[in-house]
């Protein structure tokens, strides 16, 4: 067991104990497997179940929506920390009621980059030490190149340090990513309307509508998805390629200065969707036309693009 994992089981036994939360979410291991899933402890004699490695790679902003009203303490990453910081300021929940717990992150491993290299009913624990990713398996330890194995958005995410919190558990090793973590925007950018289309078409191509991607998502927050909604009847949940396109063209859009690029679609994703070169063409246009960073400064003046309105907006940044 970590320190990180030691230390964040004390203090969700101490908080509920004390009677100063309600609910401690966090992380504990699955069912099956090496995987870990989302934990909701109320009870400090549960606050053991608590786990955290480089597995823990969901955004649990997205579960605070369902708890409102309680007091809640809620384990984050620092770059999920910056889709509270959205939530706050659009008044999704109530920052009174809300005890952050900000644990270091060296990175999230994509476990099915890992499935491949080492059989998964043989491993038993993880670890990162370095630039590696310490696998013990039955038949001892197995070091792999953590950068190889890491999350898409892992690779490029400058964000080492959470931008609000109540408590730190200990310190990230990790440095900023080097290069422009638009570059692959910038590159889509670059290609004319008709090669966007087509690159749009072919990635959309791969979706099967299961909207893991929408239920992942922290920003995503609509009590009734225009999706799902009946009256009026917006378009077909199939997975026909023109609803797919129209379900995530309007979606990203709605994603317009909420979207941090957390990842968290990218990693809900069953088949792989790149939604992430998308989305950062959403985060790349209102940085540039707005001067808007979602969740990036819990102290901004400016309003998220999408909760304002001034007739000198631009409505040439569109894909």
């Keep these: 067991m970590s320190?990180?994992?030691?230390?964040?089981?004390?203090?969700?036994?101490?908080?509920?104990?004390?009677?100063?939360?309600?609910?401690?979410?966090?992380?504990?291991?699955?069912?099956?497997?090496i995987g870990v899933?989302?934990?909701?402890?109320?009870?400090?004699?549960?606050?053991?179940?608590?786990?955290?490695?480089?597995?823990?790679?969901?955004?649990?902003?997205?579960?605070?929506?369902?708890?409102?009203?309680?007091?809640?303490?809620?384990?984050?990453?620092?770059?999920?920390?910056?889709?509270?910081?959205?939530?706050?300021?659009?008044?999704?929940?109530?920052?009174?009621?809300?005890t952050i717990l900000a644990v270091p992150c060296e990175g999230v491993v994509d476990i099915s980059r890992i499935e491949k290299i080492v059989p998964p009913d043989t491993i038993r624990s993880l670890a990162i030490e370095n630039d590696e990713l310490v696998v013990q398996t039955d038949q001892g330890p197995k070091r792999l190149p953590l950068k190889d194995l890491l999350s898409p958005g892992c690779a490029i995410c400058k964000i080492t340090e959470p931008v609000i919190s109540d408590q730190v558990l200990g310190q990230s090793q990790r440095k900023p990513a080097e290069g422009d973590e638009f570059a692959e925007v910038q590159a889509f950018s670059a290609k004319s309307p008709q090669q966007r289309w087509d690159d749009f078409c072919s990635e959309m191509s791969k979706c099967i509508t299961c909207f893991a991607c929408r239920n992942a998502c922290p920003a995503c927050y609509?009590?009734?998805?225009?999706?799902?909604?009946?009256?009026?009847?917006?378009?077909?949940?199939?997975?026909?390629?023109?609803?797919?396109?129209?379900?995530?063209?309007?979606?990203?859009?709605?994603?317009?200065?909420?979207?941090?690029?957390?990842?968290?679609?990218?990693?809900?994703?069953?088949?792989?969707?790149?939604?992430?070169?998308?989305?950062?063409?959403?985060?790349?246009?209102?940085?540039?036309?707005?001067?808007?960073?979602?969740?990036?400064?819990?102290?901004?003046?400016?309003?998220?693009?999408?909760?304002?309105?001034?007739?000198?907006?631009p409505n040439d940044f569109f894909m």
């Design 3 to 33: 320190s990180i994992e030691q230390e964040l089981r004390k203090i969700a036994a101490d908080l509920l104990s004390t009677k100063k939360v309600d609910l401690v979410i966090g992380y504990e291991s699955g069912s099956a497997g």
């Design 37 to 98: 899933r989302p934990a909701f402890i109320r009870s400090a004699s549960d606050a053991d179940r608590l786990v955290y490695n480089p597995l823990c790679g969901h955004n649990l902003s997205v579960f605070l929506n369902r708890h409102k009203g309680q007091k809640v303490a809620i384990v984050l990453k620092p770059c999920d920390t910056r889709s509270i910081v959205g939530l706050i300021q659009e008044r999704q929940i109530d920052r009174d009621l809300l």
């Design 222 to 313: 609509c009590t009734t998805c225009f999706i799902d909604a009946s009256g009026p009847k917006w378009l077909g949940k199939t997975d026909h390629l023109s609803d797919v396109q129209v379900f995530h063209i309007t979606r990203m859009i709605h994603m317009a200065g909420r979207c941090t690029g957390c990842g968290a679609c990218l990693r809900a994703c069953p088949v792989g969707v790149n939604l992430h070169k998308y989305t950062g063409k959403i985060r790349s246009d209102a940085r540039e036309f707005f001067d808007f960073e979602a969740g990036d400064d819990p102290d901004a003046k400016a309003k998220p693009p999408l909760s304002t309105y001034s007739g000198s907006d």
